[in-house]
């Protein structure tokens, strides 16, 4: 009946307190057999209360514990193997035995330093890159939940708007600047609308390909295009493009008013460009533009070779006429 009374006193106090790594990975009734012989030095009476509160202070309201216990995903059953190594040793020493209260502050004090030094050494989770996605290696321990903290990104990423002009190729890739699964599989998505609702797409591919490719854009190519990134059939990631197929020449329009509009700010002074552009295109001259440089290439290589043969053939003529000067004087002379 006592031990059922004790395992309710602590019981009451974990929820009052909270959860801590010691609640996470030992048992309530390791606990209860752990602080049975707890003795209050000043009154020499067993207080199972305040070894409970102790246990508390050292552990779940240690901020070094806590910190220490950030791993990354995978690690919790490492914690619990070295906490286990440490507590339970203690649980049959103290089991059914009485022991002094600064007894029990000096050697839990030590299970909760060696913790620390231990549980410091193991992996640690690879960090939250925003600003969307299901990033598992980014995952947390928290010792106050007893649970790993996600990222708690959305899975949709913001829509990028992209522009090209008739003819050109476009490239869009489905990357992201986390880590992925080794076996992951994607699936390209496209709606005729700028849109990000799942029900307006239709599904172009699947497979691996991280790139969707489209060499030669026209107009009915424009809309959103999806890709989707699925690990075990869960999803870790949606990106989404626009894409705005222009005209011939409309781009480039566009692009000298934009110059012009950057050249009237104050000073003259232009706006940095990203650092990163989300998306590289290819863009290639018109067909028209294309024919007027090969044919002045074409004239310009003719007049190189023709310019050095006239020149060379107008010498050689010259070199003639003056070899037949004399003998036309010589045979004007005989015939006098």
């Known amino acids: 009946m006592s031990a059922f009374i004790t395992r309710v006193l602590f019981l009451i106090l974990l929820i009052h307190s909270g959860l801590g790594c010691y609640q996470c990975f030992i048992d309530p009734e390791d606990?209860?057999?752990?602080?049975?012989?707890?003795?209050?030095?000043?009154?020499?009476?067993?207080?199972?209360?305040?070894c409970f509160k102790t246990l508390n202070r050292i552990f779940n309201n240690n901020q070094n514990v806590t910190n220490a216990a950030k791993v990354g995903r995978g690690y919790d059953s490492a914690l619990k193997e070295i906490l286990v190594a440490e507590i339970m040793p203690l649980v049959e020493e103290f089991d059914q035995n009485t022991n002094d209260d600064n007894v029990y502050e000096a050697r839990l004090q030590a299970a909760a330093d060696t913790f620390v030094a231990m549980a410091s050494g193991l992996p640690r989770a690879s960090g939250c890159f925003p600003p969307c996605g299901f990033q598992a290696?980014?995952?947390?321990?928290?010792?106050?939940?007893?649970?790993?903290?996600?990222?708690e990104f959305p899975l949709d990423c913001p829509l990028q708007e992209i522009t090209v002009e008739e003819n050109n190729r476009t490239q869009m890739w489905c990357k992201?600047?986390?880590?992925?699964?080794?076996?992951?599989?994607?699936?390209?998505?496209?709606?005729?609308?700028?849109?990000?609702l799942m029900d307006q797409f239709q599904e172009v591919t699947f497979g691996v390909d991280q790139l969707y490719s489209i060499p030669s854009a026209r107009p009915e190519h424009s809309g959103t295009y999806q890709c989707e990134i699925f690990s075990h059939g869960r999803s870790l990631v949606r990106i989404y493009y626009h894409l705005a197929v222009a005209p011939c020449g409309v781009v480039d329009h566009v692009e000298l008013q934009d110059v012009f509009q950057q050249a009237l700010q104050p000073a003259g002074r232009f706006p940095l460009a990203p650092p990163h552009p989300p998306l590289t295109l290819l863009r290639l001259p018109s067909p028209d533009l294309l024919t007027v440089c090969l044919t002045s290439l074409l004239l310009l290589l003719l007049l190189t070779l023709g310019v050095p043969h006239w020149c060379s053939c107008r010498r050689k003529g010259t070199d003639s006429d003056q070899e037949d000067q004399p003998r036309r004087e010589k045979y004007v002379f005989r015939t006098v």
């Open 31 to 50: 606990s209860v057999r752990l602080c049975w012989g707890y003795t209050l030095t000043q009154y020499n009476i067993r207080h199972i209360d305040s």
């Open 137 to 151: 290696l980014g995952a947390v321990y928290n010792c106050m939940t007893c649970q790993y903290d996600s990222c």
């Open 176 to 196: 992201v600047p986390f880590l992925l699964p080794s076996d992951i599989q994607i699936v390209w998505r496209y709606a005729e609308t700028k849109t990000v």
